[in-house]
């Protein structure tokens, strides 16, 4: 039997109001029709944003005060997406087509000698820099599936602000220090599913939230991730010249750097599968199947803040 667990955390910085419109749509490669999962949509210079689901589709809800501004869909090796918000009202089943675009790098006289150890050192080197170091609150949406043999069994969902002092290095990295006020819940009768307790019963926002690298500085000293890291090749990222770094030992993990301020603007990480036993209960024993996990940030005055997080762990019983 197996049991999946998928949690979903989504920050839009914005302020409810009671008048909004929706633009819904689906994000899919121009070339060969696949969809884009997790395509950031947002408003140019704004601080609202969503992302695209797994299917690349999306329903984005702004105030009306932003009819007349520009929407932006961005995705890592395509240019930019940009149309006026009330272009896209009427149409409830678009589908915005993106199409991937081969970049010609500038001509330079010296060349670039960077390596993926430089890069990254730079980039946690200067976290305190790209990142709030004064308190801010975000706005958000939260989501919990749980998944048994293909079939989803229940469903959380939650409006939520989360309150935060700042992104310096806690004394302890394992306890939580954001504040998380729930502004409205929605749970399904799934919870009552008798396979319910074989899921993880710990406080799973609680943990999806302790699971921001960036935050938690767990990259700080890691000597193992500075010495082998790679660097491959340069490419774009919501606009910005980025650099692209991996790191393929006993875990999987991909960086996305600016190339202008050094910050982690998008985090990839997979565990892989494990042979070691978790746990046992009711005469059963389960193992990892896999662990990944998705963060994105999104520059606002000049700090780079949680845009999305999605953590997915998949477990054999």
């Known amino acids: 039997m197996r049991l999946f667990l998928a949690l979903f955390f989504c920050t839009i910085s914005s302020v409810l109001i009671a008048q909004t419109l929706t633009i819904s749509g689906k994000v899919a490669d ?3 029709g696949e969809p ?13 944003n969503s992302i695209t689901n797994m299917n690349g589709e999306f329903d984005f809800h702004l105030p009306s005060e932003y009819r007349n501004e520009i929407l932006v869909i961005s995705m890592l090796g395509y240019p930019n997406y940009e149309a006026p918000v009330w272009s896209l009202l009427e149409n409830t089943s678009q589908v915005i087509l993106m199409e991937k675009v081969s970049t010609v790098l500038d001509e330079v006289i010296v060349a670039d000698s960077l390596t993926g150890p430089d890069i990254i050192r730079i980039a946690v080197s200067k976290v305190n820099e790209n990142y709030p170091l004064q308190p801010f609150v975000l706005e958000g ?14 469903l959380l969902e939650a409006a939520v602000k989360i309150f935060d002092e700042d992104y310096a290095e806690p004394r302890n990295k394992f306890k939580l220090r954001e504040r998380v006020r729930l502004i409205e819940v929605r749970q399904s009768l799934g919870y009552e599913n008798r396979f319910t307790a074989y899921f993880d019963q710990d406080n799973l926002l609680e943990d999806l939230l302790l699971q921001n690298n960036i935050r938690y500085h767990y990259m700080d000293g890691d000597q193992e991730l500075f010495d082998h890291v790679i660097r491959e090749k340069d490419s774009y990222y ?20 600016d190339k202008d301020n050094y910050a982690i603007i998008h985090l990839e990480y997979d565990s892989g599968p494990t042979n070691d036993i978790i746990e046992k209960r009711k005469g059963m024993y389960s193992k ?16 780079m803040f949680l845009n999305f997080m999605s953590v997915t762990t998949k477990i054999n019983w």
Not at 142 to 154: A, L
């Open 288 to 303: 990892f199947v896999g662990h990944k996990k998705v963060l994105d940030f999104k520059k606002y005055e000049g700090k």
């Open 238 to 257: 919501d606009g910005h010249r980025i650099y692209v770094l991996s790191y393929v030992e006993d875990v999987s993990l991909k960086l996305f750097v």
């Open 36 to 48: 884009l999962p997790f395509a950031s949509i947002g408003i140019k210079d704004k601080p609202i």
């Open 30 to 32: 121009k070339s060969t």
């Open 141 to 154: 949406f939260y989501r919990d599936i749980k998944k048994v043999g293909g079939t989803y069994i229940s």
